[in-house]
């Protein structure tokens, strides 16, 4: 297996652009998390899917912030407008269902820039 | 919600000595508890993880604690090398399903030769 894939690995892009990250999880896994990585906050949980299905997105600090899971091997978060703070890196992970697994498998990340 | 306490946020050491980091967690129902290590510019890694039916778990050099009663638990580190320089990150589960988990802040390693 692949592992987790992101893409893109870098994106740099001028403020109030929209940016689509890309997550395709382990086959198999059926639990989806993103996380928001910053020296000031550390990993942040965003969002987390359980079978396709949002569960928690209390940690999408605002409105500007979705995500989507259309089906089991794919997931994408969008920023509309993004904005120079919005500037880290994200991570998604996959899991088994109740960490039977071993816990978290990260993808490699994408470092957002917003200038 | 879950909350996750972790300290140092940074720690130095010389090569052959422990290190120890500690993370305390507030919600009682959490029940599993891992670490991450991770390494410049590359994702976090699983190291090793603890169940709260275990109260101690070895693997070779490294080896975690957990303390149920007082929402603690610990990395321990021995013999450290200077490859073990890396952020640590403590998380607990968020529910008893285990499903999510927060992560504490991190701690900065650095082993000197």
């Known amino acids: 297996d692949a592992g987790v894939i992101q893409s893109p690995r870098h994106e740099v892009t001028e403020m109030g652009q929209e940016v689509t990250l890309r997550c395709k999880p382990i086959s198999g896994h059926n639990s989806l998390f993103w996380y928001r990585q910053t020296m000031m906050r550390g990993l942040e949980l965003l969002i987390y899917?359980?079978?396709?299905?949002?569960?928690?997105d209390s940690g999408m600090p605002e409105d500007r912030f979705s995500a989507k899971m259309p089906n089991a091997s794919f997931s994408t978060l969008k920023i509309q407008p993004s904005e120079p703070r919005d500037s880290a890196v994200y991570f998604c992970?996959?899991?088994?269902?109740?960490?039977?697994?071993?816990?978290?498998?990260f993808g490699s990340g994408t470092r957002l820039t917003v200038v | 919600g879950e909350n996750v306490e972790q300290h140092p946020s940074t720690l130095s050491v010389q090569e052959g000595d422990s290190a120890v980091i500690k993370c305390t967690y507030s919600d009682s129902a959490s029940n599993y508890f891992p670490w991450y290590k991770q390494e410049l510019g590359k994702r976090p890694q699983l190291i090793i993880d603890?169940?709260?039916?275990?109260g101690e778990k070895k693997d070779q050099r490294i080896a975690v604690t957990l303390n149920k009663t007082a929402k603690h638990f610990s990395l321990h580190i021995t013999e450290t090398q200077p490859e073990d320089s890396a952020v640590y990150f403590c998380a607990a589960s968020v529910n008893q399903a285990g499903t999510a988990l927060i992560f504490g802040k991190g701690t900065t390693l650095s082993v000197s030769s």
């Open positions: 603890i169940r709260s039916n275990v």
């Open positions: 899917f359980n079978n396709n299905v949002p569960i928690d």
């Open positions: 992970a996959s899991s088994l269902p109740g960490q039977g697994a071993g816990g978290y498998t």
